[in-house]
């Protein structure tokens, strides 16, 4: 309901870096063929240098044509956001190890051995995945680690032509999992309710088992609910916390006012608007995206 994959994010990211309405992408945007020119692409042959680090879901082949480096590149959807699989650049778009379109279900920290974990337990049913991947940052929020990585690239850069930097957070994706500061912020007895509110849709939209609905009981119970939100809610400011990171390198290399910003997301998460969960809907809250773009900011 809403799109041609439960993750959605995947068509969404292959629409914003081709431009290319829904229809017109190969199998939902898990694969980018060569003929589908993306964006990295066509600033590269402008004369920028295309730059990217944290989530892909589009294939390596695609990531590798983007982009002229990279950084902690992650191909896949949700992970435990203390522990995530990811790689380093590899210019050949190999990225050995993985398979066809990277539907690889893994924790393979190569070449020394293979490793396969339980995880995201939180989901119905907890199922063992397998993830490839070079190396992880055990016990560093990928928030950090996406924001950490674009921080050294801004700072050091030095190749005289302007950038294109390529950042993914993996947040506020489930599970949701910050630093304690930021669920300190938002204590669930003090989170309200909205209006739209239902204990269970109303009705079968087709999709009432699909993704994040299972991450919490049915019919919705409104603690739990409240819960879940303040959850949310703490990785939305600890992911803004990292966004300030990436302005301020911007402001102590002093391209701040140089640099086009653009933030978008795909969706939003209904967290129990109309008995719903997740963002596999056509109602507005999860219709409607963030966009903002910033340029020529006066940093007087």
Not at 60 to 77: K, L, N, P, V, W
Not at 191 to 212: K, V
Request: aromatic share 12%.
């Amino acid at each position: 309901m809403g799109g041609t994959d439960t993750a959605v994010c995947m068509p969404s990211r292959a629409m914003l870096m081709t431009g290319r309405t829904l229809f017109h992408l190969e199998d939902s945007g898990e694969h980018i063929p060569e003929d589908h020119i993306m964006l990295g692409e066509t600033l590269g042959k402008a004369g920028y240098h295309s730059w990217g680090t944290g989530k892909w879901h589009n294939g390596t082949e695609s990531y590798t044509r983007s982009f002229q480096d990279g950084a902690d590149i992650y191909f896949g959807g949700g992970y435990d956001h203390w522990m995530v699989p990811v790689h380093s650049y590899d210019p050949s778009g190999t990225y050995p190890g993985r398979i066809s379109k990277d539907m690889v279900p893994v924790h393979q920290y190569e070449p020394v051995e293979t490793y396969k974990a339980r995880v995201q337990s939180y989901r119905v049913p907890a199922l063992v995945e397998e993830k490839i991947a070079d190396h992880v940052h055990t016990g560093e929020h990928s928030s950090n680690l996406v924001a950490s990585q674009a921080e050294d690239f801004i700072l050091n850069y030095d190749k005289g032509n302007p950038f294109f930097c390529y950042i993914a957070f993996v947040a506020p994706h489930d599970p949701r999992t910050t630093p304690q500061q930021f669920y300190d912020m938002y204590p669930p007895e003090d989170i309200g309710i909205e209006e739209n509110f239902m204990s269970e849709h109303p009705f079968d939209n087709g999709e009432l088992d699909a993704r994040d609905e299972p991450l919490v009981t049915i019919p919705r119970e409104e603690f739990e609910l409240k819960c879940h939100i303040a959850e949310y809610y703490a990785m939305v400011s600890h992911l803004d916390s990292q966004v300030g990171v990436i302005l301020e390198a911007l402001k102590a290399s002093d391209q701040i006012d140089k640099t086009i910003i653009v933030f978008a997301g795909d969706n939003g998460l209904a967290l129990g608007r109309h008995g719903l969960f997740g963002k596999q809907n056509l109602y507005d809250h999860s219709v409607y995206i963030p966009m903002i773009f910033l340029w020529a900011w006066n940093t007087q």
